[in-house]
């Protein structure tokens, strides 16, 4: 926090730049919980392990991924949450 050249005190700006960067870091955690939760970032999570598993390997396309995800949760419905 930048602090008063006059007595080295905080100034109200700090605190409330400090409170809007604490609030922006809050939602961006709720919006990634509510990613992983849904299942919106599993295509990135695929990407991720291909990379780092299965180099050579062309992954499909986001549309194919989610088709098969679709099917995989149909034909197996107690594997679903709800």
Same mark, same amino acid.
């Given at each position: 926090?930048?602090?008063?050249? +006059? ?20 939602? +961006? ?33 986001? +549309? ?7 099917? +995989? ?10």
């Amino acid at each position: 926090m930048t602090r008063s050249a +006059r007595d080295g005190r905080p100034r109200a700006q700090d605190y409330a730049r400090s409170a809007w960067s604490a609030l922006g870091r809050g939602c +961006r955690h709720v919006i990634w919980y509510a990613r992983e939760v849904v299942g919106e970032n599993d295509y990135q999570h695929y990407l991720d392990h291909l990379r780092r598993h299965h180099p050579h390997t062309r992954p499909v396309s986001r +549309r194919v991924f989610e088709q098969a995800k679709t099917e +995989r949760l149909e034909t197996r419905p107690n594997s679903r949450c709800c």
